[in-house]
């Protein structure tokens, strides 16, 4: 056991966590041999169910299983009551920020934020200055990213509010550590998450249009290619609502409709999955195949809601993340209960030339990036890797930001070589509508190479079930 890692089982005596004792119990009544059979069967049925995501790029094929661990991440009651808080916080700090950029730009008269940084970054959509959105929410589905770091304390990575997806993975996972062990949730008073839909639904309805008594609410994907397209055709068939492609609507007189066989239906509010270029060929990218033409007009008006809300990406950009306590303070009047990580961010003179100095020992960042893709792990990186970095960085340092290697908590994982530790990280999903919520935990994902800090599924990361316990 690495004593530089926080383990989530473990402290740093070796001693079982009081949490964890329960399953510790269980887990060492469990042969090694029926682990590997039930691990065997996770796999099995998720290849059965087409639980799966494409990586862009790959010639192998299109579609991969995301592997699933059999051992849960598990977290006390008390400690998930503090970061519930604080996700609320951070989201409605978020939302405040996104509605005033788009009205008054309160706090960019204050000098809080660069002016530049909102007012010139890509994501930041001028068609949405002056728009009222219903309850004045802009990211309704948020997925915040979260780590535990060597001492133990928590950070926020990243926030989430354009298509946060992984949360069809979080639903799944318990599903399926409900069937593999039932015995295990009679034992332990693991709080429920299968209401996630009902939830969801719920939250897209309570935003929708003015004077709208009974919402038609649709979701919106860009087709089976998609690297998230089962998420997408899940939460519909869960939520029990229709899945639509941009073919499937159309707008007349700034209203949305969907064809159906009974002809034309009014929708009323659109949970999409398309980022804002592709949402309507006659305001953004004219070659889109995805959108529906119309469809800003419609929004404009107020005849239609969109989650997430048109121009929701400025306020997840890199750039944009080491601004967020300040949000919290302007807005909210209150101290951050969460805190980012260090960040340096390269646009500043100082800031890049520490980074160049000491890139081996940095991750960096593309302010736009996601997916784990376009970074540097410095850490984890050949000497020409990071030279040719930091020619990328030098020719255009305006686009990195940087951050320290953390040393991220680790959790014991089943793996080929048995039970091993192995790095995570925690995407719980905040809903916000007329009211805030959440289910109890989220999508804990794990780097299943032994010693990778990347956690993300396009490069090689699993998922383990989420326990937040109630007593």
């Not at 949305?256 to 398309?274: A, C, K, S």
């Not at 529906?292 to 107020?302: E, H, I, K, T, W």
């Amino acid at each position: 056991m690495n004593a530089d890692f926080y383990n989530e089982m473990y402290d740093s005596a070796g001693k079982l966590r009081p949490h964890y004792e329960g399953f510790a119990a269980w887990l060492n009544s469990i042969s090694p041999e029926r682990l590997a059979s039930k691990q065997a069967e996770a796999d099995t049925a998720f290849h059965r169910l087409g639980i799966t995501f494409a990586v862009y790029g790959e010639k192998s094929g299109t579609e991969r299983l995301i592997p699933f661990d059999i051992i849960p991440r598990i977290i006390p009651a008390v400690e998930w009551t503090a970061l519930q808080a604080g996700l609320w916080q951070r989201v409605k700090a978020l939302n405040a920020f996104l509605h005033d950029i788009y009205h008054d730009q309160e706090i960019l008269a204050a000098g809080h934020i660069p002016s530049e940084q909102v007012l010139n970054n890509t994501q930041f959509r001028r068609e949405m200055i002056g728009v009222d959105l219903p309850a004045g929410i802009y990211a309704h589905i948020a997925g915040v990213d979260m780590v535990r770091a060597g001492a133990g304390e928590s950070y926020v990575l990243e926030d989430n509010l354009r298509v946060p997806s992984g949360v069809s993975y979080m639903l799944e996972d318990r599903k399926m550590m409900m069937r593999l062990f039932p015995e295990l949730f009679s034992r332990h008073m693991v709080a429920p998450v299968q209401h996630y839909p009902d939830m969801l639904l719920e939250n897209l309805r309570s935003v929708a249009p003015k004077g709208v008594a009974d919402p038609a609410v649709v979701v919106l994907t860009p087709g089976a290619y998609n690297s998230a397209y089962f998420e997408h055709s899940f939460l519909a068939q869960q939520m029990g609502v229709e899945l639509v492609e941009g073919r499937d609507l159309f707008v007349k007189e700034r209203t949305v409709f969907m064809r159906t066989t009974q002809g034309p239906q009014r929708v009323d509010v659109i949970y999409r999955r398309i980022d804002d270029d592709f949402l309507d060929p006659l305001a953004f990218n004219k070659d889109s195949m995805l959108g529906v033409p119309g469809l800003l007009g419609a929004y404009q008006a107020g005849n239609v809601n969109l989650a997430n809300a048109i121009g929701t990406g400025v306020a997840d950009d890199k750039s944009i993340y080491p601004y967020v306590p300040e949000m919290i303070r302007f807005y909210l009047g209150e101290e951050p209960t969460l805190h980012n990580v260090p960040t340096w961010m390269l646009r500043k003179p100082d800031d890049l030339k520490y980074v160049l100095a000491h890139l081996p020992e940095l991750v960096v960042k593309e302010v736009h990036g996601a997916g784990g893709y376009g970074m540097l792990v410095g850490p984890a990186s050949s000497k020409a890797e990071i030279e040719s970095f930091r020619a990328r960085i030098v020719a255009a340092p305006e686009k990195y930001i940087a951050q320290p290697t953390l040393a991220l908590s680790n959790c014991p994982t089943f793996v080929e070589s048995g039970i091993a530790p192995r790095h995570l990280d925690l995407r719980p999903f905040v809903l916000s509508g007329t009211s805030i919520g959440m289910v109890p935990g989220g999508l804990t994902r794990v780097a299943l190479r032994e010693g990778s800090l990347v956690v993300n599924s396009s490069q090689g990361g699993g998922t383990k079930d989420t326990w937040v316990l109630e007593n």
